[in-house]
Every structure is written in structure tokens, then in C-alpha cells.
């Protein structure tokens, strides 16, 4: 299992108990070396006849998925599965999952109307992606953000309760490895990726009274990714970095 | 006594014969001496205490039928239709890679990245496939987005369109037909068979005409009446997929039948079992008595 990488990433500002676009804060840099990590660049690490395909955008009849589909379809092995796919970025069944493979996960329930608040709140729809989540205060606002993620309630939500002093907390995992210090990071990463073998992803995780536990696991743009994350990709894309 | 949960979402109930088809469900459910609930996506956590589900909405990997499924499938619960299926059959690409791989047989198809397509492209998909070429959004259901083009240029902006919703899409030869062969498939067995008559003003089974729905003419067709080939056709299509149940199409074009798509959660309730009575039971005693 992989250990944490001790580049040091501090927490940015305004991450707890606000509604956030995952990626939104991160600035845009460049890696130091390695293959370009251009947008919407896919590329393949082999390693004892598995090819690990890193793309900054899985999601379902994405280039990335097709391309690991088409490899699947011929009897290769590749990782991640289209199937982990699918459960990595439906934010219930992540939760599922993880916790059958003995992650800690946040409690959830569906929804289709309001909810205890103050909690973390995902869309459950063809266009929701797990890295746009709401944080539903105990304020006026509520109402209105069920309204928009249920598209007038339309459609069902995930919801997950913040306890009193509870944070949301991200990090990238690059092939399981976090770029923070922090080793319930590190050891959550590590988690993810043994169930999921996803090599490029964002955990969002709630660090709380209960402890730390998995909230969902998103897709994160090349762009996204601090200069020591992009160090850390590039080592494995060049194979400086077995896994 | 088993306890049969019947997942339904409240969007899928449009119709009368959409709830009598499920009311009708249930009580064959019940007269086999089983319960039986509606599970709607807010009782989810309710799955894990039913014996088998069965899923009467419109599947699909993105929404909360996939969840379903997959909550049933990580209970050990039989589920109809399994998340495999729902994959496989939600995306048209994954369809008939699959059906491709197996050699049933199919029209000549082609996937289009966005990365690939290109006029020149475009004119070599006409070479290879002649025309008129039809085009498919991967996730499409109902035939919304299927559409017939005549000439590389059309080709273009119908794919470019699409790309805002796939990576990839199919374009597939034309076969004419005037009717579809519907074969229902339950774990690898013939289940039904009916015809899909496509309506006059259009190619599809359904499709806006002048700003009106026009839909298929469902016609029920005894086992004895249907073309061995198109069985065998159909269900060895099914078999490819996977052991839940399906609904294949089929045309029956110059080469012989071959297969359109193979649907998940086909429809119930436009009369396609007429000649049928006992498909609820078998899908009950599938999930329930196996």
C-alpha cells in the first residue's frame, strides 16, 4: 500500500462550511519536468502487464472512458475499470463501496426535499459531477440550494450531516499518494486508491467529532494541481516512481 | 413468502398504462403468494431488506436507478436489471462493442471520437458505411437523438452536436424497415416477441413529427408466428449481454436480421406480452424462486 508523499500543502482559506467548487482555489502551475500534462492529455503507465491510464476527465462517455472501455472490451487489463468509474463518481455508491473495503464514509441518506441542515449536499442526476457540492447552512439559503441541486425537485440528492465543528477537507490522490502532510490523508488515499485504482483523483473527506471520513471522490483538472503534485504525476508518467 | 421490491421513479409515471403495468406486476407478485412494495429513490435503504428488485424506470449509469441497482447488487440481492446491464445497455458504444465482439450480428457501425472527426473523416464514413448514414448520441433512449444524414456536411454538425454529451458517437448503416422485431430475452431465454410497427412519417419508433409524438404500433406476435432466426438472433444478442432481461431489436434487412439494440428495462406496457400472459411470472419466479 503506498504511502503518503510529504510535499507540503496547506489547507487554503474558506474551505469549511461554504458552498465551494472543489477545484475552484488551486492555482495553475507548471511541472517541472516530465510529459505534458495537457488538457485533456491521457496517458498510460504499465506496470506487470496492467496499464494505469491517468486523464484528468473519467467521467462517463468521456475520450478516457472509451479508451479504458475499448481496451476492457479486448480482454486487456486495465485500471481503473470502467465499472470503478462509475462507482467512484455517484456519490452513493462511492460511499458504498468504500466502506465494504473498510474506508470510513460520512453518513448519508437520498433525498428528494429538505434535509437536516448544516450538511453537505450532492446532486443525483445525469449532469451532477461529484466536484460541484453544496453545504447547506442553517440560513434562508437552504430552501434555495435544495431547489437547484433537485432542479426543482426534480431529481433526488445525497445528503451528509455536518456535525458541530465539523470541516470539509480535499486533497489529491496521485496513485494513492497525497501531496499533504497530514497522514489521515495519506492513509485515506491510500484507501481510495487500493478500492477504486484510480490514479488521478480529489477526495473530499469531513474531518468532525465522528473522525475522518470519506465524502466523495472527484475528477481533478491538470491545471488544478499545485507544482508538487505535478512533480509527483510526472515521476510515475516517467516511470521515476514504480507503483 | 418473499417480499419483491419494485423500484419506480415518480417521473416514469406518465401514463395509465405505465401504473397498470406496474399494478399488474405487483399483483402477479402477490398472486404467487409473495409480497410486494414500491420502492421509490427515497426509500434506497429500504433495498437491502427486500429479496429481489425489479427496476421499472428509465435506467441510466448517471441517475438514481444505477444507484439502485447497485445498492441491490452489493446486498446480494437478485436484481433485474443488474448494474452490468445497465452500463452495457445505457451506452450504445459499450452495446454493440459488446454484441460486435461476440459476433451477433449487427449493421456495419462505426464509433467517431471528437478527436477523429474531421470532413475527410466524415466523407470516409459515408464510403464505408454508404448512404444515408445514421448517427446515435450513445445514451440516447426513445431514439431522441438518432438522427438519419444524407452527406458528410450533415454528418458534422449532428456529431458536433452530440459531442456536447459523449466523447464518442456511433454512426451506423441504414437498414429500412417498416417494423422491428421486439424479442423479450430473460437469463438467456426467449421470454416474448412482438412487432414494433414504425410510423409512416418517420424512421424511428418514435419521433416528433410537425410538433406532434408519434409512436410505434405495438403488435403481439405468438412464438409460432416468429421467424426462427429472429429468435435465435435475439437471443443469443440478449446471452452477449448478460443473464437479466432485455429487449432486442431487430430488422430484417437484405443480409438477414441483425440487431438494432438491445434495451434494458424494456417496456411492459404498450401490449408487447398480449400474446404472452405469463412474462410477470417468470420475471417474479426469476428474482423470487431461483
Known amino acids: 500500500?503506498?504511502?503518503?508523499?510529504?510535499?507540503?500543502?496547506?489547507?487554503?482559506?474558506?474551505?469549511?462550511?461554504?458552498?465551494?467548487?472543489?477545484?475552484?482555489?488551486?492555482?495553475?502551475?507548471?511541472?517541472?519536468?516530465?510529459?505534458?500534462?495537457?488538457?485533456?492529455?491521457?496517458?498510460?503507465?504499465?506496470?506487470?502487464?496492467?496499464?494505469?491510464?491517468?486523464?484528468?476527465?473519467?467521467?462517463?462517455?468521456?475520450?478516457?472512458?472509451?479508451?479504458?472501455?475499448?481496451?476492457?472490451?479486448?480482454?486487456?487489463?486495465?485500471?481503473?475499470?470502467?465499472?470503478?468509474?462509475?462507482?467512484?463518481?455517484?456519490?452513493?455508491?462511492?460511499?458504498?463501496?468504500?466502506?465494504?473495503?473498510?474506508?470510513?464514509?460520512?453518513?448519508?441518506?437520498?433525498?428528494?426535499?429538505?434535509?437536516?441542515?448544516?450538511?453537505?449536499?450532492?446532486?443525483?442526476?445525469?449532469?451532477?459531477?461529484?466536484?460541484?457540492?453544496?453545504?447547506?447552512?442553517q440560513d434562508d439559503s437552504a430552501r434555495e440550494l435544495v431547489r437547484h441541486v433537485t432542479n426543482n425537485g426534480k431529481y433526488p440528492f445525497c445528503s451528509q450531516c455536518l456535525d458541530a465543528g465539523a470541516r470539509i477537507e480535499r486533497a489529491v490522490s496521485i496513485f494513492g499518494n497525497v501531496s499533504c502532510t497530514d497522514p489521515a490523508f495519506a492513509e485515506m488515499a491510500a484507501g481510495v486508491w487500493e478500492s477504486f485504482r484510480i490514479p488521478l483523483v480529489e477526495i473530499v473527506c469531513i474531518r468532525g467529532p465522528g473522525g475522518f471520513k470519506l465524502s466523495s471522490i472527484c475528477p481533478v483538472r491538470y491545471s488544478r494541481l499545485t507544482p508538487g503534485e505535478k512533480e509527483l504525476l510526472s515521476l510515475y508518467l516517467s516511470g521515476q516512481v514504480f507503483l | 413468502m418473499s417480499r419483491l421490491g419494485i423500484f419506480v421513479d415518480r417521473k416514469t409515471l406518465s401514463s395509465t398504462e405505465q401504473l397498470n403495468a406496474l399494478i399488474r406486476c405487483r399483483d402477479t407478485a402477490e398472486e404467487m403468494g409473495h409480497g410486494a412494495e414500491f420502492i421509490f429513490p427515497v426509500d434506497i435503504r429500504k433495498i437491502p431488506q427486500v429479496d429481489g428488485l425489479f427496476i421499472r424506470a428509465r435506467t441510466d449509469p448517471m441517475n438514481i436507478t444505477y444507484v439502485a441497482s447497485r445498492m441491490a447488487a452489493f446486498s446480494g440481492i437478485p436484481v433485474i436489471d443488474d448494474p452490468d446491464s445497465i452500463q452495457v445497455c445505457s451506452d450504445k458504444v459499450h452495446m454493440y462493442a459488446r454484441l460486435m465482439h461476440a459476433g451477433v450480428g449487427i449493421p456495419r457501425t462505426l464509433f467517431i471520437s471528437h478527436r477523429e472527426l474531421t470532413p475527410g473523416r466524415a466523407r470516409e464514413v459515408f464510403e464505408e458505411l454508404g448512404s444515408p448514414v445514421i448517427i446515435?448520441?450513445?445514451?440516447?433512449?426513445?431514439?431522441?437523438?438518432?438522427?438519419?444524414?444524407?452527406?458528410?456536411?450533415?454528418?458534422?454538425?449532428?456529431?458536433?452536436?452530440?459531442?456536447?454529451?459523449?466523447?464518442?458517437?456511433?454512426?451506423?448503416?441504414?437498414?429500412?424497415?417498416?417494423?422491428?422485431?421486439?424479442?423479450?430475452?430473460?437469463?438467456?431465454?426467449?421470454?416474448?416477441?412482438?412487432?414494433?410497427?414504425?410510423?409512416?412519417?418517420?424512421?424511428?419508433?418514435?419521433?416528433?413529427?410537425?410538433?406532434?409524438?408519434?409512436?410505434?404500433?405495438?403488435?403481439?406476435?405468438?412464438?409460432?408466428?416468429?421467424?426462427?432466426?429472429?429468435?435465435?438472433?435475439?437471443?443469443?444478442?440478449g446471452q452477449s449481454i448478460g443473464n437479466g432481461l432485455y429487449g432486442v431489436?431487430?430488422?430484417?434487412?437484405?443480409?438477414?436480421?441483425?440487431?438494432?439494440?438491445?434495451?434494458?428495462?424494456?417496456?411492459?406496457?404498450?401490449?408487447?406480452?398480449?400474446?404472452?400472459?405469463?412474462v410477470y411470472r417468470d420475471i417474479v419466479h426469476t428474482l423470487l424462486e431461483t
Open chain 1, 1 to 137: 500500500m503506498p504511502h503518503g508523499q510529504l510535499v507540503s500543502e496547506p489547507l487554503l482559506p474558506g474551505e469549511s462550511l461554504s458552498s465551494v467548487q472543489a477545484q475552484a482555489r488551486r492555482p495553475i502551475l507548471r511541472a517541472k519536468s516530465g510529459p505534458a500534462l495537457s488538457r485533456e492529455s491521457i496517458h498510460t503507465v504499465e506496470r506487470d502487464g496492467i496499464s494505469y491510464l491517468v486523464s484528468e476527465n473519467y467521467s462517463y462517455k468521456s475520450e478516457a472512458y472509451y479508451a479504458i472501455l475499448m481496451q476492457e472490451t479486448q480482454g486487456l487489463r486495465v485500471e481503473p475499470g470502467t465499472k470503478a468509474i462509475l462507482d467512484a463518481f455517484v456519490v452513493p455508491i462511492c460511499l458504498e463501496r468504500a466502506r465494504m473495503d473498510g474506508i470510513p464514509v460520512a453518513d448519508y441518506s437520498i433525498s428528494q426535499s429538505c434535509i437536516p441542515a448544516p450538511a453537505v449536499i450532492y446532486g443525483l442526476n445525469y449532469f451532477a459531477c461529484t466536484s460541484h457540492f453544496e453545504v447547506l447552512g
Open chain 2, 136 to 237: 446515435k448520441e450513445p445514451s440516447t433512449s426513445f431514439s431522441l437523438r438518432v438522427e438519419k444524414v444524407e452527406d458528410p456536411v450533415a454528418l458534422l454538425q449532428v456529431a458536433r452536436r452530440y459531442f456536447k454529451l459523449s466523447d464518442w458517437v456511433v454512426a451506423q448503416e441504414y437498414v429500412e424497415s417498416t417494423y422491428d422485431w421486439r424479442v423479450g430475452v430473460l437469463r438467456g431465454r426467449f421470454l416474448y416477441a412482438c412487432k414494433y410497427i414504425i410510423p409512416s412519417q418517420t424512421f424511428k419508433i418514435q419521433d416528433s413529427v410537425n410538433g406532434h409524438i408519434v409512436y410505434c404500433g405495438v403488435e403481439s406476435v405468438p412464438p409460432a408466428m416468429v421467424p426462427p432466426a429472429v429468435i435465435d438472433l435475439g437471443v443469443r444478442a
Open chain 2, 249 to 278: 431489436d431487430i430488422k430484417e434487412g437484405p443480409a438477414g436480421p441483425c440487431v438494432i439494440e438491445v434495451n434494458d428495462n424494456p417496456s411492459l406496457e404498450g401490449g408487447e406480452d398480449t400474446a404472452y400472459p405469463h
